[in-house]
């Protein structure tokens, strides 16, 4: 899983490409730290080229999730591809987690 | 040491309390220091929630213009009640009375000298209504060898309610800013002002007591499980919640995959529920009982094949709702609508409301419908 983070202005753009599982969760969660530390987190997650999210996937997006709502900040997650969207459906985190 | 007789035009005695009043400033700051924490503690200790507590320490031009007004009544500091002052602003009638109460039990109040000017209206006449106590810091509660005069000093107390304050504050500054006698007829205005908001205070604290005696009627009722008489809105939505009523069904989908369960609000599904055209919680929990066997054939159909092994607590409301729709004649338009109104509006909820569709064709609830049509 490939992550790359920008920021523009007040606004972060995260683009994840491949597969998210137990092989590379750890190594995504690390990727993903900065973001944890963000004071006032605007967060645009772009999913075009994500592949798949396994349990592990999803339970980082919510550490995520958590870490943005605890300080009031926003998160998004776009373009996801219809597999990954049906994870994210049937466990319930589409109404945890805004997607568009 | 500062001459008040010439600074503020005051007598001998009156300049000599100023004195004091300069010298003791240490005394009445941490005095006033105490009084706020003190009072802080024993509201959060009480329950009492009120939109402010102040404290202050009297100002020099203040003092010194009240000599000059009532200074003959003084003969030292010692006999001034509000050098040190505190004032809590209440939303209701009735916690001026709670809080008077604890104030008699954590202070030594000073009764001859504190007022109840809520009491003293001829029965034609309105106006100022606060509660004064005069009190003193009792040594059990604070004791500074440093500063022993400040279990001594008297420090005055107001207790009101949030309407109270802005008639106060208003009538206050109309009296200070005009310096005036006030003419008959603009006081006759005052005082029906007064009158209003007097009723309005007694207003606002009996719907407080007739909205608390129906939420504690709705909760025996929940509790009680007569769930027919109780309408379904967002209070008793939450009382019922409290019952954990998708809990048996959420541990039976979690069981599929032997998922962790994550707690999320369920809350934004009360929408969902009123479209849907619930109006009591007794037809919610029917309609958890009828369904929930479909939904966990459902959420089965999805999981099984997976390895997901994290759920949110929302799954079982949502397949409840989601097989609730599609056994009622909903299709993709309506599963779209819920989607919309859950997790806000998105080009893929018309492509989940499809998958759903298709997960439920291969189900028995559907082919069910199917056979008794």
Redesign the interface.
């Known amino acids: 899983m490939d992550v790359t983070i920008t920021k523009n202005d007040a606004k972060t753009f995260v683009v994840l490409n491949g597969r998210l599982d137990t092989t590379n969760a750890d190594q995504f969660q690390k990727d993903i730290t900065p973001l944890m530390e963000d004071p006032a987190p605007d967060f645009e997650i772009d999913c075009t080229e994500m592949q798949y999210t396994?349990?592990q996937g999803?339970?980082i997006f919510?550490m995520l999730q958590k870490s943005v709502s605890s300080k009031g900040g926003k998160m998004v997650m776009v373009n996801?591809k219809?597999q990954v969207?049906?994870?994210f459906?049937?466990?319930?985190?589409?109404?945890?987690i805004?997607?568009? | 040491m500062e001459n008040f007789a010439d600074k503020y035009g005051l007598d001998a005695r009156s300049s000599m309390i100023m004195s004091q009043y300069v010298g003791m400033m240490p005394l009445f700051k941490r005095m006033e220091e105490v009084l706020s924490k003190e009072l802080e503690h024993f509201l959060a200790q009480n329950n009492i929630y009120v939109t402010a507590l102040e404290t202050r320490v009297k100002t020099e031009e203040s003092l010194a213009g009240k000599l000059d007004k009532k200074g003959f009544k003084y003969d030292t500091i010692f006999d001034l009640t509000d050098i040190v002052g505190a004032r809590v602003i209440t939303f209701y009638t009735d916690e001026v009375d709670k809080i008077a109460a604890m104030v008699d039990r954590i202070f030594e109040v000073d009764w001859v000298n504190s007022i109840d000017k809520r009491k003293m209206h001829q029965l034609d006449s309105f106006g100022y209504n606060s509660l004064h106590y005069i009190c003193r810091i009792p040594k059990k509660m604070f004791f500074d060898p440093q500063y022993p005069e400040i279990n001594e000093i008297r420090f005055e107390l107001q207790m009101r309610t949030a309407l109270q304050h802005v008639w106060a504050t208003i009538n206050h500054d109309i009296g200070y800013k005009t310096g005036i006698e006030i003419p008959v007829e603009h006081l006759r205005n005052i005082n029906r002002l007064a009158g209003m908001l007097e009723l309005a205070d007694e207003q606002f604290s009996a719907i407080r007591q007739e909205f608390n005696d129906y939420r504690r009627r709705v909760q025996e009722l929940v509790s009680s499980g007569n769930f027919n008489d109780v309408p379904l809105n967002g209070d008793t939505f939450r009382s019922y919640l409290e019952l954990r009523p998708f809990d048996k069904l959420l541990k039976k989908i979690a069981a599929v995959n032997q998922?962790e369960i994550?707690n999320?609000s369920v809350t934004?599904y009360l929408n969902v529920l009123f479209d849907l055209g619930f109006k009591t919680l007794g037809e919610v929990d029917r309609m958890i009982h009828e369904n929930s066997e479909d939904a966990y054939q459902l959420?089965t159909f999805?999981?099984a094949m997976?390895?997901?092994?994290?759920?949110?607590?929302?799954?079982a409301i949502?397949d409840l709702c989601e097989v609730y729709i599609l056994k009622h004649g909903g299709g993709v338009d309506a599963l779209t609508e819920m989607?919309d109104k859950?997790?806000?509006?998105?080009?893929?909820n018309s492509?989940?409301a499809e998958?759903v569709v298709n997960a439920a064709k291969q189900l028995s609830f559907m082919n069910r419908k199917k056979l008794e049509k």
């Open positions: 396994s349990s999803l339970r919510l996801m219809p969207k049906e994870v459906d049937i466990t319930g985190f589409s109404n945890i805004k997607i568009i | 998922a994550h999320s934004p959420a999805q999981l997976t390895d997901l092994d994290i759920i949110s607590s929302t799954i949502q989607f859950v997790n806000g509006k998105s080009e893929g492509m989940r998958s």
